[in-house]
């Protein structure tokens, strides 16, 4: 953790583009996890909407190494990851 303050704190919109971006191939992994780790990892995340911290916090894990492969997670993990994603902003409506 560090002592440094995040930036706002995500939309749900800019959080399901990012899974967009991901799942297209349009971001790399790096990046998804780069992004949110201005979250994950600061003292004070400023993250209040559980389901957008849950999903940050998967993005985070998007570049994960695995011991058999090189990353634990794959696309179809991603799709999973958003799809749980819409199903807790559909059921907080």
């Not at 004070?44 to 993005?59: C, F, M, R």
């Not at 695995?66 to 794959?74: A, E, G, K, N, Q």
């Amino acid at each position: 953790m560090t002592d440094r303050l995040p930036p706002r704190p995500p939309s749900r919109e800019e959080v399901d583009g990012r899974f967009g971006d991901l799942i297209a191939g349009r971001i790399s992994r790096e990046e998804a996890s780069a992004w949110a780790s201005q979250w994950v990892t600061a003292a004070t995340p400023g993250i209040e909407d559980e389901a957008v911290w849950d999903a940050v916090s998967d993005l985070y894990r998007a570049d994960g190494a695995s011991t058999d492969r090189p990353y634990l997670f794959d696309r179809v993990d991603f799709e999973a990851w958003l799809a749980t994603f819409r199903d807790k902003i559909k059921s907080s409506l």
